[in-house]
């Protein structure tokens, strides 16, 4: 647009602008104007002031104020224009000017009176500076100021501005982590509110105006100390530096941390350290033992048929019982023993500094019956559990973790293959059986099903004329790798895992099989079978017998049983009951092994038996052995006093024979007479030996029992 130079005011008193040039190029911003004092009628203006009321540069002289401003505005400046012109001095005001294009300008504007000496003024100079800049530029402070005041009360973080060291802001959050108010913290020493020992670090990262963030610690009001991180930033506050200090919290963060540090070293169920943290303890105690030339204990324990117990309890009642003993055990050891849970039923403990491997077997012990004495979970009746404990010593039985937990743990089933509710220390030798039987017994689970039990028959004659009456079965396993096993390899192992139960349940099946088979072919032999403790005890076994007999079809007095002398020692009334029974059944009832059980003859007195057997041991040395000999006739006149038969077991030579029958001993039994023999083998014998009352005689037929 062209310059439009301002028309000079008609009268004399030529208008200070156009004095000092008023044609001012349309270009220049300069927003001002010359109007008429008395009338306000617009004599001279820059093209800035005319388009600043949106009229073209060359309409707006002579215009008067009014029309320019508009009525509003007009209205709203009257009052300072009256003033200047009434003062002579310039005034200003500032007042919104809406635009075109909906935006509104800050405008002041400043009236300064063409003063004529003594008069009132003849005209005024209307200069109008555009504010909207600084305006919206304070506008946007304030409006950022406001979010920092509304983010700092908001803000869950500690924040707090220091300047020189002093605190000058803080918000609430800050406010309240310290325990101080907002009056107490500004002004402060920034330094005083971080704990002693981390304020030279402090110090130092503020001197260096460094933007970090780091972790710390700060002092709440009572002298507590909180674990925090600060995030520090520079910023200006009125041209100078400041400080800013975002303070996290990590109170939460580190109580998590430890908390899944916790998890990730303790077993959950009992709190004690899990197996990953025990390895650790261990290697670290290995190097202190090791340093200090002292010996560490490492104790396996293992709870004895945990399984069969939570089985029956259920997993709850199991998890607070594995709770017990851990507490139980937890009390009987020092605070410098390291106790853990390796998994299951299975704990660790490792007694550090040993001197005398006494001491650890006073520990076993004392854990063993801690562990023992009854307890009741969840109200229940209450139940005892045992644990069995294998002792490995440290650097003696192995140089690594691997090692000495592998030994511990050997030590342990040994002490689970010697009943349980024992300790072991290793030994290898010891350990190397163990191991053996444990393999033997996972065999003779299977033996059964593979077939591999055979019974063999030893005859027992009539002492006076050596006439067969009747077989002991005895049983041998054929064991696939080792050959034909004789019952002191494995009957013991069997009845330590109630094995014994299904595999003397074979033997009865088939004796009674083959006494009904010779029964049939007129053979008339009783078949002894020898029981074992667990099978007597069985609440089942009289109808056990019943079945068989039922399923057999065997008649009365073929089968026999033998009992120890033990099993006829524990409670007398139930024990004749028992024996009552059976013997309703038509079973016959002998007393195995007889004079080594230490049974009260008197009591035998009482049970329903129907012969006594005696031991080979008193047999072995007749005739010349003089105890033996004494022995020997004493058992005979009791069993004759009391209406009982007698044999003698182990019977290998004539003058055993001859001995034995002068002293009234009715049957015999022994390699003398017989070696026990395959069922085939028993009928080709009975064949050339005749027999007590032979109700016929055997044909060569191969044996169905063999
Ligand atoms: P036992 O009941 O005293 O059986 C007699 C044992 O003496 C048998 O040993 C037999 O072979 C052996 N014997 C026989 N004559 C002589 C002899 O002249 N001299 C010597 N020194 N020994 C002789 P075996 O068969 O090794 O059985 C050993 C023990 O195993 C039996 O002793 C019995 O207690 C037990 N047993 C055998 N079979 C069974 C079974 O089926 N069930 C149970 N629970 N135990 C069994
Ligand atoms: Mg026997
Ligand atoms: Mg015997």
Known sequence: MPATPPQPPDDEGTPLLQRQGWGLPDSWPLMAAYHDGETLVCRAASAAYARCFGIPADEVIGRPLVALFGEALAEQVQPFIAQALRSAEPCSCEQDLPQADSRRWALEFTFVPQRTDGQRPQGLHVLLTD??????????????????????????????????????????????????????????????????????????????????????????????????????????????????????????????????????????????????????????????????????????????????????????????????????????????????????????????????????????????????????????????????????????????????????????????????????????????????????????????????????????????????????????????????LAPDEFIALAEQHRLIVPIG??????????????????????????????????ADFVESIQRLLDDTDLPRGWLELELTERMLMDDVPAVRERLAQLRALGVRLSVDDFGTGYSSLGHLKELPIDKMKIDRSFVRDLPEDRQSAAIARTIIQLADGLGLSVVAEGVETDAQRQFLLQAGCDQLQGLGISAPLTAAALEAWLGSHPQASPSAVPDQRTSPCA
């Open 131 to 484: 504010l909207t800049r600084h305006r919206t530029a304070e506008r946007a402070l304030l409006e950022s100021e406001e979010r920092l005041a509304k983010f700092m009360q908001a803000s869950v973080e500690g924040i707090f501005f220091h300047q020189d060291g002093r605190v000058a802001d803080a918000n609430p959050a800050l406010c309240e982590l310290l325990g101080h108010t907002l009056h107490d913290l500004i002004g402060r020493n920034a330094l005083d509110l971080v704990a002693p020992e981390q304020r030279s670090r402090v110090l130092h990262v503020g001197a260096a105006g460094k933007e970090l963030t780091y972790e710390t610690a700060l002092l709440h009001r009572s002298g507590d100390r909180i674990p925090v991180e600060f995030i520090e930033r520079n910023s200006l506050q009125q041209g100078r530096p400041m400080r800013m200090t975002i303070v996290r919290d990590l109170r939460d963060r580190h109580a998590a941390q430890a908390r899944l540090h916790y998890l990730a070293h303790h077993d959950p169920l009992t709190g004690l350290p899990n197996r990953a943290a025990f390895l650790a303890q261990l290697e670290h105690l290995m190097v202190t033992a090791r340093a200090s030339g002292t010996q560490l204990a490492l104790l396996f324990i293992d709870l004895d048929h945990f399984q069969r117990v939570n089985d029956s309890v259920g997993h709850t009642a199991g998890d607070a019982l594995l709770k017990t003993v851990a507490q139980r055990v937890g009390e009987q050891v020092r605070s410098t023993d390291r106790l853990a849970r390796f998994g299951g039923d299975e704990f660790m403990l490792l007694l550090p500094g040993v001197r005398d491997p006494a001491d650890v077997i006073h520990v076993a012990n004392k854990l063993l019956a801690a562990v023992s004495s009854p307890l009741s979970v969840e109200g229940d009746r209450p139940i005892s559990v045992t644990a069995s404990l294998g002792v490995a010593l440290y650097p003696r039985d192995g140089e690594t973790p691997h090692l000495l937990i592998q030994h511990a743990d050997a030590a342990m089933h040994v002490a689970k293959a010697r009943g349980r509710a024992t300790y072991a220390i290793f030994e290898p030798e010891v350990v190397s059986t163990a191991y053996a039987n444990l393999v033997l017994e996972g065999q003779l689970g299977h033996a059964i099903e593979h077939g591999e039990f055979a019974l063999l028959f030893q005859p027992q004659v009539r002492a006076d004329n050596g006439r067969a009456v009747g077989v002991e079965a005895l049983i041998r396993w054929q064991h696939p790798e080792r050959g034909l």
């Open 505 to 538: 349940a074979w033997v009865l099946r088939e004796a009674a099989r083959c006494a009904r088979h010779w029964h049939e072919r007129g053979l008339g032999l009783t078949v002894a079978v020898n029981l074992s403790t667990l099978q007597f005890q069985a």
